[in-house]
């Protein structure tokens, strides 16, 4: 069994260390988190080192997955002057799992590269109860030989794995499904609004939308949310105006125009601003039903 450290344990890593210590056997030894009180919960849970510097996590475990909130967390844990993870880091392997730029994960293989360290991609698209399950879509960036290494390690945390291609591919994918699930879900709040200032009954719309071509995952997931105003959070409204905008940057580069993206992007910054971000991203209906509104919102 392999020696794992996690850094960053909200309730994704923490769920991840979860699953692969106690249902496989691994052991989690040294978490790191720039919350000390999740660190110390979660060390004192699973009786790993709670440590005070990254160094300390790269000298405790062969392989260590990071869960940060976007490139600049990123770029700080790997690239920053003095403390990093990749000091002392020849021959361990690095799987990041968050939502972030292809860019700064073709930075952080490079800079692993360069001292003997190997880096893969590992995003997640699932949700906090998949990653305690072991039941984690994850598709995995980086080199062939280093992906067949760890495989079956990833597939402890996975109930479908795809190797999407070299570094940086798996974060364009991953860019691609939020993209889409952010529109899915912008559209389904609208429709949902517009149905309820008509008067309509949402049960029935929504019995209606589940079988045209209204269907959606979203709507499964969601619309019930959405018309009981209960937006607890699973991913939050701040993280999709994020990982719109990373596939508005790569669309960007590319010379391509994505404006539904760029319309779901700015609803979605429109509650960052109006103090919604930490909603779920079902609560983009707070926009959309007629009454509500952020000025509604605090009687959720």
């Known amino acids: 069994m392999s020696k794992v450290a996690f850094v960053g344990v909200g309730r994704m890593g923490a769920n991840m260390a979860r699953h692969l210590q106690l249902d496989c056997g691994h052991d989690v030894t040294a978490v790191y988190d720039v919350n000390k009180e999740a660190s110390a919960e979660i060390a004192g849970e699973l009786g790993a080192k709670d440590c005070a510097t990254l160094a ?87 080199d062939e030989e280093v992906f067949n290494k760890h495989k079956t390690l990833l597939e402890e945390l996975s109930v479908n794995l795809s190797l999407c291609g070299p570094i940086g591919k798996a974060a364009e994918v991953k860019a691609l499904v939020n993209m889409v699930m952010n529109i899915n879900t912008a559209g389904l709040a609208e429709g949902l609004g517009l149905a309820d200032a008509l008067g309509l009954d949402l049960k029935m719309v929504c019995d209606i939308f589940s079988q045209t071509g209204a269907n959606s995952r979203v709507l499964e997931t969601d619309a019930e949310d959405m018309i009981d105003r209960d937006h607890e959070c699973w991913f939050s409204a701040e993280h999709a105006a994020k990982d719109s905008g990373i596939a508005g940057d790569i669309a960007k580069e590319l010379g391509l125009s994505l404006p539904v993206n760029d319309a779901t992007k700015a609803q979605y910054d429109k509650m960052v601003t109006s103090g919604l971000g930490e909603l779920d991203k079902s609560g983009i209906a707070e926009l959309t039903f007629k009454g509500r509104g952020p000025a509604a919102s605090d009687s959720c």
């Open 56 to 142: 300390e996590v790269t000298e405790a475990a062969e392989i260590i997955f990071t869960v940060v909130t976007n490139d600049n967390a990123m770029r700080a844990i790997f690239l920053g002057e003095g403390d990093k993870l990749l000091s002392g880091s020849a021959g361990k392997t690095f799987v990041n799992c968050a939502t972030l730029s292809p860019g700064i994960h073709k930075e952080v293989y490079a800079a692993g590269k360069a001292v003997g360290a190997e880096v893969l991609e590992g995003a997640m698209a699932s949700s906090i109860s998949q990653a305690r399950e072991g039941k984690l879509f994850l598709m995995i960036g980086g």
